[in-house]
DNA sequence: TCTCGATGTAGACACCGTCTACTGCCGTTT
DNA sequence: AAACGGCAGTAGACGGTGTCTACATCGAGA
């Protein structure tokens, strides 16, 4: 059982998250989950946007441990597999993930998210590197490319699951989307 | 001048959202700036996502209409120019390109609406049929290519906007990121 | 025992979207 | 000319929201 109330609260925030969506995660209604008055949450938090973030960070760091427990030998084994790992996230915790990049709800430049976008665009960069280093699409940018392919694999997340394929593409032609592009990407 | 009312409010909708953005844009504040009362805009749409969708609608039809006048000889040339525009739309009408994508603020399944993602990757796929009529990339679905292309462009405006690349990447490395993204893809 | 900081409460304020009752006004019909 | 009906707009209310402030409680250290 969680006693500290700063935690209790992130604990609340984040179980509407997974059950009601972004929406659903106001002040108000983590407090009345959470078993306290609407006020008490400004106690811990500045804002709102505050305690998304604290969520938002905890969601990061998620994905940050499911990336790198990805079994590969090869770097090139390793880059798919991580990529592979991002669409799985964000398939399997789509609110969070909505969260995560909504920065009108969380302060992306408080301490805790401002290293989080760089981390991440730095970890595809090492990992492109190392590929790089073992005869893969030598001589570009890494950390250009890095930021090619994550976006790639950002906006087939986001095109899924926000509006736009969700009518227009059936569920395997999604998955067939992620192939062509991890093929485009990764020969 | 327009005297159109259900025009008018799209107008001042539209100058609110270019000015001040999406959070700026709330029944009321249009209806203030439109100079009319408070309950004056439900005359004419049935609520807030009602007129936002309208708004939207537009901004997708400029979208189609600035992508068809690029400049182009061959079918891969076309499908090059109209990535760019893509683009270029984008991080020219942020604030009206996060609207369009904004599901939790339109109705995307509005008659005016529930067409114009089909149609774009509709769109997307003949562009891509053509080029493959060239020579190029044949064999590949162009429908789940086309998705796959949108989605490396759409996550590339979408991460740059957003949170994602803003702090991490500086502005000439996001043109050269789609430089990459474009030669990976079109060679 | 007293004090003080951490925690929580309750009420207020200004917004917001939406609903409803009411008011003009203008063109058409009778 | 008079009556009508629908279109456009108004004004107030309701419940919801984030945030602020004044107040209460309670436990640990001096």
């Not at 306290?36 to 960070?57: I, Q, Y």
């Not at 805790?112 to 001589?139: C, K, P, V, Y």
Request: net charge negative.
């Amino acid at each position: 059982m969680v006693t500290d109330p700063r935690q209790r609260l992130i604990a609340s925030a984040t179980a509407l998250l997974a059950d009601e969506g972004v929406e659903a995660v106001t002040l108000r209604r983590i407090a009345r989950e959470a078993g306290v008055s609407h006020g008490a949450p400004l106690r811990h938090f500045t804002g709102r946007s505050d305690l998304l973030s604290a969520v938002a960070t905890a969601g990061f760091a998620e994905l940050r441990r499911q990336s790198e427990e990805v079994p590969a030998v090869t770097p090139h084994e390793r880059l798919l597999g991580t990529c592979r790992s991002y669409m799985d996230f964000a398939l399997g915790n789509p609110a969070m993930f909505e969260l995560m990049f909504r920065h009108d709800l969380i302060d992306a430049d408080s301490p805790e998210l401002s290293g989080t976008n760089s981390a991440l665009l730095d970890h595809f960069s090492r990992l492109i590197g190392d590929a790089q280093a073992a005869g893969w699409r030598t001589g570009a940018d890494p950390r250009v490319l890095a930021a090619s392919l994550w976006a790639a694999l950002h906006g087939l997340a986001e095109l899924w699951l926000r509006g736009g394929l969700g009518k227009a593409l059936r569920s395997d032609e999604v998955d067939a989307a992620l192939d062509v592009t991890l093929q485009t990407y990764l020969g």
